[in-house]
T-cell receptor, first 113, second 116 residues
Framework: RKEVEQDPGPFNVPEGATVAFNCTYSNSASQSFFWYRQDCRKEPKLLMSVYSSGNEDGRFTAQLNRASQYISLLIRDSKLSDSATYLCVVSPTWDGTASKLTFGTGTRLQVTL | DAGVIQSPRHEVTEMGQEVTLRCKPISGHNSLFWYRQTMMRGLELLIYFNNNVPIDDSGMPEDRFSAKMPNASFSTLKIQPSEPRDSAVYFC????WGVGRSTEAFFGQGTRLTVV
């Protein structure tokens, strides 16, 4: 089983729609969670961190479910500019030494007119 | 800050040649990561350094790959000899890690490697 799993998509949605992505992780000791966005032929960039209590940033809402070991990203009122690949990122428990990020393979979103 | 700087941006080389990719992390960051991205396998971690020391190189595909970080502001990833299956986009990323907290990784723009 992969450490981080995502539905590759593509998710094709009309402009203005609401779309949600899920991501599951296998390491129950994971402590840090992020969503990254990657545009075509560009580098990944942090979209938002995911906190235990859930967090919202404008049209974007991220949630964490530790019991089921998944995180989600909800995008409301989709814009054409939201078209990209969304990468789920998980980090293991911090133990005082260096850690690493594990990336999912990404979910591709295509927003259309 | 200029962000993570990688060079070259594009590299085309012949099979069997040595390839060296370079990375300058963000000043003050103490962790550096080398990733490889392909359509088939997505983004894979090859190796990461903390305070210039290699911590985990289990993702390095084989002995043809080597990475160094001689100081806090420079790292190289070398492939010798290169093979067509090494063709991919190679990303360098850096972050700051401290006890009790983790920060996001900032990526360079990547080096697109084509081995013919």
């Amino acid at each position: 089983r992969k450490e981080v799993e995502q539905d590759p998509g593509p998710f094709n949605v009309p402009e203005g729609a609401t779309v949600a992505f899920n991501c599951t992780y296998s390491n129950s000791a994971s402590q840090s969670f992020f969503w990254y966005r990657q545009d075509c032929r560009k580098e990944p960039k942090l979209l938002m961190s995911v906190y235990s209590s859930g967090n919202e940033d404008g049209r974007f809402t991220a949630q964490l479910n530790r019991a089921s070991q998944y995180i989600s990203l909800l995008i409301r009122d989709s814009k054409l500019s939201d078209s990209a690949t969304y990468l789920c990122v998980v980090s293991p428990t911090w133990d005082g030494t260096a850690s690493k990020l594990t990336f999912g393979t990404g979910t591709r979103l295509q927003v259309t007119l | 800050d200029a962000g993570v700087i990688q060079s070259p941006r594009h590299e085309v080389t012949e099979m069997g040649q040595e390839v060296t990719l370079r990375c300058k992390p963000i000043s003050g960051h103490n962790s550096l990561f080398w990733y490889r991205q392909t359509m088939m396998r997505g983004l894979e971690l090859l190796i990461y350094f903390n305070n210039n020391v290699p911590i985990d190189d289990s993702g390095m595909p084989e002995d043809r790959f080597s990475a160094k970080m001689p100081n806090a502001s420079f790292s190289t990833l070398k492939i010798q000899p290169s093979e067509p299956r090494d063709s991919a986009v190679y990303f360098c990323a850096s972050s700051f890690w401290g006890v009790g907290r983790s920060t996001e990784a900032f990526f360079g723009q990547g080096t697109r490697l084509t081995v013919v």
